[in-house]
């Protein structure tokens, strides 16, 4: 079976892609790419001949271009940003070159997310705080139904991707106490890299006067105080 090759980006800053992500990136003979957001220097360390940004590219026109470079003997990369494995939407194009006998090696990389807990020097998961992480995001274009007013309620640290744009009706529907810690951190990682931190009733309001519209994940839950949260001390140094 022909092969392809499923790479994790990072968040952005172009030295938290993987090792075995950066090896198969400049070695790659066809780069198929996130567009802008996969940051420009790591597209300029490929060594590939064909470059193809996927910004308004539709699945049958990726999964042709894979096709038709992999039978080439080509060593073809398609290079999402963060982890693909959140709303990476990689297994429909899985599923569809798998029917041609071409099969993916998926490379994890660094999601967004753990790049927003150390920008907001924290961890998700704290003792006697939050030991589960809710990662979801809003309904859509592309979604019907979410679940974030139940998920709220559970008290847990909550991650919100692709909520952004409509941050207002999305903390809106929230249930958890108004005052509960909330941040928004906008291109984690990235020279740009903003964090505003306030509460469920005012975060909203404080990332649009810093200018935030895109691009950004809300955090929701008293983890994010970090070393001010009231934690418990780990089992790991008793």
């Known amino acids: 079976m022909h092969k392809f090759y499923i790479v994790g980006a990072g968040p952005g800053a172009p030295d938290l892609i993987t090792v075995r992500g950066m090896d198969l990136l400049r070695r790659a003979d066809v780069?198929?790419?996130?567009?802008?957001?996969?940051?420009?220097?790591?597209?300029?360390?490929?060594?590939?001949?064909?470059?193809?940004?996927?910004?308004?590219?539709?699945?049958?026109?990726?999964?042709?271009?894979v096709d038709e470079h992999v039978r080439a003997g080509r060593l073809v990369v398609r290079l999402h940003s963060g982890d693909p494995a959140l709303y990476g939407a990689i297994v429909e194009q899985m599923a569809e070159l798998e029917r041609r006998g071409i099969e993916a090696e998926i490379v994890p990389g660094v999601s967004s997310l753990f790049a927003a807990a150390a920008a907001l020097k924290t961890q998700?998961?704290?003792?006697?705080?939050?030991?589960?992480?809710?990662?979801?995001?809003?309904?859509?274009?592309?979604?019907?139904?979410?679940?974030i007013p139940e998920f709220s309620r559970l008290g847990q640290t909550m991650v919100i991707f692709l909520g952004t744009e409509r941050m207002e009706e999305v903390l809106a529907r929230v249930e958890c106490p108004p005052e509960t810690p909330a941040a928004v951190v906008y291109h984690a990682s990235w020279p740009d890299q903003k964090v505003v931190r306030?509460?469920?009733?005012?975060?909203?309001?404080?990332?649009?006067?810093?200018?935030?519209?895109?691009?950004?994940?809300i955090v929701i839950g008293k983890a994010i105080e970090g070393a001010t949260s009231g934690f418990g001390r780990s089992v790991l140094y008793s």
């Open 31 to 65: 780069l198929i790419y996130a567009g802008s957001l996969v940051n420009p220097a790591l597209v300029a360390e490929s060594g590939a001949g064909v470059r193809l940004d996927s910004w308004g590219m539709t699945l049958p026109e990726i999964v042709d271009a």
């Open 124 to 147: 998700f998961t704290l003792r006697d705080v939050s030991e589960s992480l809710v990662v979801t995001r809003p309904a859509g274009a592309t979604l019907e139904a979410d679940l």
């Open 198 to 217: 306030g509460t469920v009733a005012d975060i909203a309001q404080k990332a649009r006067e810093a200018g935030i519209e895109r691009t950004a994940l």
